[in-house]
């Protein structure tokens, strides 16, 4: 009997110091503990996948422009799209025990390891942009970007509008983003779906540009050359529609027309060539995280938790709508 009352002593001691946040800190994942610093005291490593895109450009710029403008230390690398230059930077911003860690993950699987390493240090990290594809999702407190599938859905939607009450069969070609990223796998994902709606719609060849102008536009070159004939190019995102477009000129088509184009971003570059047709419709992808992400650090910095996914709010541009964006557009 006395033992038994022993070990239940013991165990509602460990509840007790659990609960009030004594003992083993609360795990990084829900970001409850809480640091309670002034923000000029906070850091916050960001680990960026590189320097790919117009969309990654802006992304960086907003980021850094918020932090400056929220007053909290940002330490910022480039990992040029590798992942293991992000395992790396991540890495060392345990070592200089940061407060928080964020990043866009590159591609959505090999993160466990490092993400633990992460907890144990009790460093909470936020997933901006990009998602992983760890079971455990008390590795990361929140996802805050885009609805992928979503996005490659509107696409998808706009061509099977586009050849309504048409018999015409459709060869698309498709320009995917990095292999094994979210944004490529998703807006693959949404797209298929969304074309499944007109069988006369067919995806005739699928290669990835790595979300680069010049991968978008040497793939393309290619597919001009194997494709007897391609009526509709869909680009994971506006840089490889520019490369492809710098592809269709060069092989004496008309980009916009002779070769209907659909990118997911809406930069500069890309709204530009939508006012101008040479692209046909954009799906806008908002790199504009940065003060969401402030939001979060200050959220998580006064013992608060957030949403597991915070999604951002984002639209769709035809050509006429590019026109009256563009002057207004703040990327
Ligand atoms: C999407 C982002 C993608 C953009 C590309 O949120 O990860 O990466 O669509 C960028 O332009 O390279």
Not at 131 to 141: G, H
Not at 274 to 283: A, C, H, P, R, Y
Request: aromatic share 6%; charged share 25%.
């Amino acid at each position: 009997m006395k033992k038994a009352i022993g070990l239940f002593a013991a165990g509602a001691m460990v509840l007790a110091l659990s609960a009030c946040g004594g003992g083993a800190a609360a795990p990084a994942g829900n970001g409850g503990e809480g640091k309670g610093k002034s923000l000029d005291q906070l850091v916050v490593g960001f680990a960026q996948v590189g320097a790919e895109s117009g969309w990654r450009t802006a992304n960086t710029k907003d980021i850094q422009d918020s932090f400056k403008e929220a007053g909290i230390q940002l330490k910022f690398s480039d990992a040029q799209q590798k992942q293991e230059n992000q395992i790396k930077a991540i890495r060392s911003y345990i070592q200089q025990g940061v407060d928080y860690i964020a990043f866009s993950p590159v591609v959505q699987t090999g993160w466990d390891a490092v993400l633990n390493e992460a907890k144990a240090a009790n460093i909470p990290v936020i997933l901006t942009d990009r998602a992983v594809d760890s079971k455990d999702t008390s590795l990361y407190v929140t996802f805050l970007g885009s609805d992928f599938i979503l996005e490659g859905k509107k696409a998808g939607e706009w061509l099977v509008k586009e050849y309504e009450g048409k018999n015409d069969a459709v060869n698309v070609v498709q320009l995917e983003g990095t292999t094994g990223s979210a944004p490529a796998i998703d807006r693959g994902t949404g797209f298929a779906d969304a074309i499944k709606a007109n069988p006369n719609i067919k995806v005739v060849a699928s290669q990835t540009g790595d979300f680069t102008r010049a991968g978008g536009k040497q793939v393309m070159e290619a597919m001009l050359k194997s494709q007897p004939k391609i009526d509709v190019v869909y680009a994971h995102n506006d840089d490889m529609g520019l490369g492809a477009i710098e592809a269709i000129e060069a092989a004496g088509k008309v980009p916009g027309k002779d070769i209907k184009i659909i990118t997911v971003d809406a930069v500069k570059d890309g709204m530009t060539a939508l006012s101008e047709g040479k692209i046909n419709f954009i799906v806008e992808c908002s790199p504009l995280l940065g003060k969401q992400l402030i939001d979060v650090v200050k959220t998580l910095n006064e013992g608060g938790t957030v949403e597991k996914r915070i999604v951002t709010e984002e639209t769709t541009f035809t050509q006429e709508q590019a026109k009256e964006a563009l002057p207004t557009r703040k990327y």
